[in-house]
């Protein structure tokens, strides 16, 4: 399939060496039509040689460059550490996020979407490193090419994530997301003349798909751009407005939701969520990337005893103290957290 490019993001040494292993496992298939790559990172430096060696990353984005030219105002709200080193990493993180009210905002894989629309894409897939494209799968015969190229073989204007979901103001998160997204559907219609929904015409769901795998397919690569821009705008008001970031924040996972920006985005550009089924992606989750701010995990015995995840001061002391939930939601097959050699 041409035309479409991998966009992929590591920010903080452990996951910059997440997408150099995710980029190598996908070559290592054995499959030879991979997507290309288009990295966005905080040290471009760090895949010099994976481009050199691999010759399928496109382009390397320096985010602390892109996001000075477009959009000043983050630096000091969507917070990036500049520590190099993993647990100088970690340590920063907490403090930023529990002294200083300072957090690491999810949206900001944004910032690849300027480069894409300069190279002409309009179909673009955002990948977290952890997360895998099964090219495998063709190579073992699993699926056929035709299979799994279909996937990608969606209409103009749509977006294809993995669990697509529908929450409604019954439930607890979903009320938050209308709340939000209907606030920031009113702001852009005030800033957008050419947005044409109603004012008084107010959402009563919210559809979403999960964060680590979405894959777009616009109109052309202006487009592309024009999305960023829609974006950036509603994320500036989402972000500095104190009642909205409030509501924005991640639970354990120290970080700023992007799900009520993207979702306002799209309904302004009239994109449509659709369901990417897990037979061609599959999350491959490593829970002690962020040992020093995991994301929710927990396991309830049959006798009612509980245990949830608990940080860690260093990767081993993480390992150590969640060592009996870790055991038991491998033996359920929920993850894999053991680095390759």
């Known amino acids: 399939m041409e ?20 980029i190598q496992k996908a070559i290592d298939t054995g499959y030879d039509k991979i997507i290309p790559y288009i990295i966005l990172t905080d040290d471009p430096s760090d895949f010099y040689e994976l481009q050199d060696k691999t010759k399928k990353i496109v382009d390397i984005i320096d985010i602390h460059e892109t996001r000075a030219k477009y959009s000043p105002w983050s630096e000091s709200v969507e917070y990036i550490s500049r520590e190099k080193d993993e647990e100088k990493y970690g340590k920063d993180f907490v403090y930023n996020r529990d002294k200083l009210g300072k957090r690491f ?15 002409g894409y309009n179909r673009f897939v955002h990948n977290d490193p952890d ?17 799994f190229w279909n996937e990608f073989n969606t209409p103009i204007n749509t977006m ?11 439930q607890t998160w979903g009320n938050v997301m209308i709340n939000i997204s209907n606030i920031l559907r009113y702001e852009m219609k005030k800033r957008h003349s050419e947005y044409k929904y109603q004012i008084q015409y107010i959402f009563n769901k919210f559809v979403f798909t999960e ?26 008001i989402n972000l500095t407005e104190n009642g909205l970031v409030d509501c924005s924040k991640g639970t ?11 979702a306002v985005v799209n309904d302004m550009m009239k994109i449509t969520p659709m369901n990417f089924g ?27 005893r509980f245990l949830d995840v608990l940080p860690g001061k260093t990767k081993e002391d993480f390992l150590t103290i969640n060592k009996e939930l870790l055991d038991i939601v491998d033996k359920l097959g929920w993850f894999h957290d053991q680095w390759p050699d």
């Not at 354990?252 to 993207?262: T, V």
Request: charged letters at 25%; proline letters at 6%; one cysteine or more.
């Open 252 to 262: 354990s996972a120290g970080m700023y939701l992007d799900y009520a920006m993207w």
């Open 3 to 22: 035309n479409i490019i991998i966009c992929t993001w590591g920010i903080s040494p452990t996951y910059r060496r997440r997408v150099k292993l995710n």
């Open 131 to 147: 997360h895998d494209i099964r090219y495998d799968k063709i190579v073992s015969g699993e699926i056929t090419e035709e299979y």
């Open 105 to 119: 905002s999810y949206g900001l894989h944004r910032f690849y979407l300027p480069r894409v629309s300069e190279l």
């Open 211 to 236: 964060g680590p795998f979405r894959y777009y397919h616009l109109e052309n690569a202006d487009d592309v751009l024009k999305y960023f821009l829609y974006w950036d705008e509603v994320a500036e």
């Open 160 to 170: 294809k994530g993995g669990e697509l979901t529908t929450y409604t103001p019954e």
């Open 278 to 304: 897990r037979t061609c992606q599959s999350l491959n989750i490593f829970w002690s990337d962020r040992y020093f701010c995991p994301s929710p995990l927990s396991y309830t015995f049959p006798d009612g």
